[in-house]
T-cell receptor, first 112, second 120 residues
Framework: KQEVTQIPAALSVPEGENLVLNCSFT??????LQWFRQDPGKGLTSLLL?????REQTSGRLNASLDKSSGRSTLYIAASQPGDSATYLC???????????FGQGTRLTINP | NAGVMQNPRHLVRRRGQEARLRCSPM?????VYWYRQLPEEGLKFMVY????????ESGMPKERFSAEFPKEGPSILRIQQVVRGDSAAYFC??????????????????FGAGTRLSVL
């Protein structure tokens, strides 16, 4: 059974800092991995999707890496801003399946 | 192109009542997924449907919960005889038909804003 873990559960940093969020998964037979953002009381916004054959994806100040063999992914946020404050969720899809398996998220607070 | 629409956004029910949650997928999408987010927990998969078919219901509780996605109209998640433990945010996602290189091939799911169910 696939399990996804995100560390830390919460993170608070001053504005302008670079930061890394971590995601680990127990079954390396994944199809892809996605990072989402969730704002309080809102739905999920997809940030980055990495196919199992890829090592990383970049979008603006965000960079996500994937090491399938070790079961790890990181989300790097450069030059953090207060608007980045949200919960960040990591989710994987297993080969041959459609459902997403989510981690419990990292609650990020960027202090002005 | 409107996104995934869920209604109602907030639903309050008393114990024992029925809750009906609706999800209209994005235009052109024929795959629908339901996820539940309990307080202070991550999202958990419940069910995956295509038009008129349940494909994977491995995450659905065995009793009181059912889902459908008819040929016409929205997908419905139905909870009978609700209990306080059903209080959660229920999210729907949709994805398009499979085609090589497209969003479906990558299993990109687009999420709605969710329905927050409170059971009194």
């Amino acid at each position: 059974k696939q399990e996804v873990t995100q560390i830390p559960a919460a993170l608070s940093v001053p504005e302008g800092e670079n930061l890394v969020l971590n995601c680990s998964f127990t079954d390396s037979a994944i199809y892809n991995l996605q990072w989402f953002r969730q704002d309080p009381g809102k739905g999920l916004t997809s940030l980055l999707l990495i196919q199992s054959s890829q090592r990383e994806q970049t979008s603006g100040r965000l960079n996500a890496s994937l090491d399938k063999s070790s079961g790890r992914s990181t989300l790097y946020i450069a030059a953090s801003q207060p608007g980045d404050s949200a919960t960040y969720l990591c989710a994987v899809t297993k080969l041959g399946a459609q459902k997403l398996v989510f981690g419990q998220g990292t609650r990020l607070t960027i202090n002005p | 192109n409107a996104g995934v629409m869920q209604n109602p956004r907030h639903l309050v029910r008393r114990r024992g009542q029925e809750a009906r949650l609706r999800c209209s997928p994005m235009k052109g999408h024929s795959h629908v997924y339901w996820y539940r987010q309990l307080p202070e927990e991550g999202l958990k998969f419940m069910v995956y449907l295509q038009k008129e078919n349940i494909i994977d219901e491995s995450g659905m509780p065995k009793e009181r919960f059912s889902a459908e996605f008819p040929k016409e109209g929205p997908s419905i998640l139905r909870i009978q005889q609700v209990v306080r433990g059903d209080s959660a945010a229920y999210f729907c996602a949709s994805s398009p038909l499979g085609r090589m290189g497209g969003a479906a091939a990558k299993n990109i799911q687009y999420f709605g804003a969710g329905t927050r169910l409170s059971v009194l």
